[in-house]
């Protein structure tokens, strides 16, 4: 239940609290007071999204908050546990909206996000305005309002699942199918691709010891040259550094007795021979291995040649060829498998549309039974609001077959949705005599607030809802209808809190608690005020629902005599 409502900057209120309590609190006031503007506050507070629009001029940020007495063991406290809440506190929710569009919300003390927002207010409070209005209009929201009313939610959630299990299952086999009617060429393309790979033979890092091997080749006769420089004069010419250190070494070899101390260096002058003797060995043999066949710059140019063609064809590198090699492995034993892959899912989409079926076949069982109920109920309400000749039949029609779509989503010449295969059409005859018609042609507003009226008491406990907020129900009737409205929203508010905008005196009379908005002009700035009514101000108020400003006696003692009537 809601108990208290703050509003700061919104809009044309600068600082607004209410206090609300059980039973029907009625809220009336003048055209243009701000009376609409307390409905888009508690809807943002319920988790509608924010926008920057309603900011009041001059300000930066607006603030909401609101305080729910949430009833033990009810779908709200249980949704509040979830989110890790402590119920028993109540919950308190505040919201403050930032010119900058850094928006936040806090429920309980804690920053929390519009989803979380949403799922914890779903069972709070249901508001009917202009809105609910164009939604019962709409005959794509038929279905769900049947749904709701029928407890068929969780089964409709079960086709949607099992719909959306199916989908992807279908696509697949699809994509199958389409890979199956390319196969041949596929299978040619693909095994083209792995004979070119693999006849090249490739080895790792080839490119890069080519590329090395080239450069040797291209400047061979500077190598050699470097290589016989080397060997002469090391080792062949006259007077090489081998002979000048062989004949240093023997001389070192007569001191190194007389000298103990200068073993270190004899022994150093041995093994510099003997790295002069590797050196030479190694430069006889790179030597020897040069090649003196000019064929093999071309041969290696030519392998260069294949081989970046191939990183070109096949990703940019030789690791990117190996992939495309194993890629095409794979895509080949794919191929080679597909006719099993296509049976297999055919298989497990056949066990999925079978269950699809049952659970749609369920559904729509259970759909007319409740649509046979709820156009019993609703017949009900409306006899008590005033329209006793009406009929109401709600239609349920199969959706066609549809030719473009997979056969699997396709019965009996009916299309399977995620929603079942029902389309739900709500039929009226406001009237003795008339033929029912659709419920978007009724042309008297007041029939279709009282159609309006009449499908929220009944939906209200299917909702789960605590707080059931009407703005507009008044919207088209007056006099006697509008009292029977109003006796019905008392009723109503026995079971449940109820808050009601009106702008009737018929309706207003039968608020336990009534609230006067109006607006005020200070500083040249327009605030929007709310009063709760003594007795005595109820009786100003309603009397002027009935005359306007201008009052007489005679209205006066009618508002009077009007509440002291009430039930």
């Known amino acids: 239940m809601l108990q208290e409502l703050s509003i700061k900057n919104f809009a044309i209120i600068d600082d607004l609290h209410i206090d609300f309590s059980e039973g029907l609190t009625v809220l009336t006031g003048e055209t243009g007071a701000g009376k609409s503007i307390i409905i888009q506050a508690v809807n943002l507070i319920l988790g509608s999204r924010a926008d920057t629009t309603m900011i009041r001029t001059g300000s930066d940020t607006a603030e909401l908050e609101a ?11 249980a949704i509040m546990e979830t989110f890790g809440f402590d119920a028993s506190e109540g919950l308190l929710i505040r919201r403050i909206l930032s010119a900058s569009e850094r928006h936040r919300i806090y429920i309980n003390g804690r920053i929390s996000t519009l989803q979380i927002l949403s799922g914890i207010t779903e069972h709070l409070a249901s508001i009917s305005g202009q809105h609910a209005h164009q939604l019962l ?64 033979a490739i080895q790792p890092e ?8 080239r450069l040797r080749l291209k400047n061979r006769e500077t190598i050699n040259q470097a290589i016989h420089h080397g060997i002469e004069t090391l080792y062949n010419s006259e007077n090489a550094i081998f002979d000048r250190l062989s004949s240093l ?18 022994q150093k002058m041995s093994d510099a021979i003997f790295l002069i003797e590797d050196i030479y060995t190694d430069l006889r043999t790179r030597q020897g291995d040069m090649p003196t066949d000019d064929r093999r710059l071309e041969e290696v140019e030519s392998r260069l040649d294949m081989l970046n063609r191939l990183k070109r064809k096949y990703g940019g590198s030789i690791p990117a060829v190996f992939e495309r090699l194993d890629s095409i492995s794979q895509q080949l034993s794919q191929i080679e498998n597909l006719d099993a892959d296509i049976l297999s899912l055919q298989a497990e989409i056949e066990s999925l549309r079978n269950h699809l079926i049952a659970l749609a076949s369920r559904l729509s069982a259970a759909r007319q039974d409740a649509a046979h109920l709820l156009a019993e109920k609703i017949v009900h309400e409306l006899s008590e609001l005033k329209m006793a000749d009406s009929r109401f039949q709600i239609q349920l029609t199969p959706l066609p077959a549809d030719g ?28 003795a005599g008339e033929s029912l018609k659709p419920l978007a042609a009724i042309a008297s ?74 607006k005020q002009i200070r500083e040249g700035r327009t605030l929007t005020t709310i009063e709760p009514l003594t007795e005595s101000g109820r009786v100003m108020e309603i009397a002027r629902m009935l005359g306007g400003e201008n009052l ?9 005599e009007m509440l002291q009537n009430r039930p």
């Not at 001389?251 to 073993?263: N, V």
């Not at 007489?552 to 009077?560: E, K, N």
Request: glycine share 6%; proline share 3%.
């Open 67 to 77: 305080f729910f007495d949430v009833r033990p063991k009810s779908a709200t406290s």
């Open 137 to 200: 209009l709409r005959e794509d929201r038929h279905l769900i309002f049947l749904d709701t009313f029928g407890g068929l939610i969780d089964l409709r959630n079960q086709v949607y699942r099992a719909y959306h299990q199916l989908i992807p299952l279908l696509k697949r086999r699809n994509e199958l199918i389409t890979l199956q009617a390319r196969q041949s060429s596929q299978i040619d393309l693909l095994t083209h691709q792995q004979t070119e790979i693999l006849l090249a």
């Open 206 to 213: 080839e490119d890069m010891l080519l590329e090395q091997e």
């Open 249 to 266: 070494q023997k001389m070192f070899d007569r001191i190194q007795p007389l000298d103990t101390a200068f073993q270190p260096i004899h």
């Open 404 to 431: 473009g779509t997979d056969l699997e989503l396709n019965w009996e010449n009916r299309t399977i949705r995620d929603s079942g295969w029902d389309k739900a059409l709500f039929m009226i005859s406001a009237n």
């Open 445 to 518: 507003g007041g029939e279709l607030s009282r159609v309006i009226l009449g499908l929220k008491a009944i939906l209200a406990e299917t909702e789960s809802v605590e707080t059931v907020i009407f703005d507009e129900v008044d919207a088209g009737i007056g006099g006697g209808v509008a009292d029977v409205v109003g006796k019905k929203l008392c009723e109503l508010s026995r079971q449940y809190q109820v808050i009601c905008i009106t702008h009737l005196p018929q309706i207003a009379r039968f608020g336990h608690i009534h609230l006067s908005i109006s």
């Open 552 to 560: 007489t006696p005679t209205t006066i003692d009618h508002a009077r």
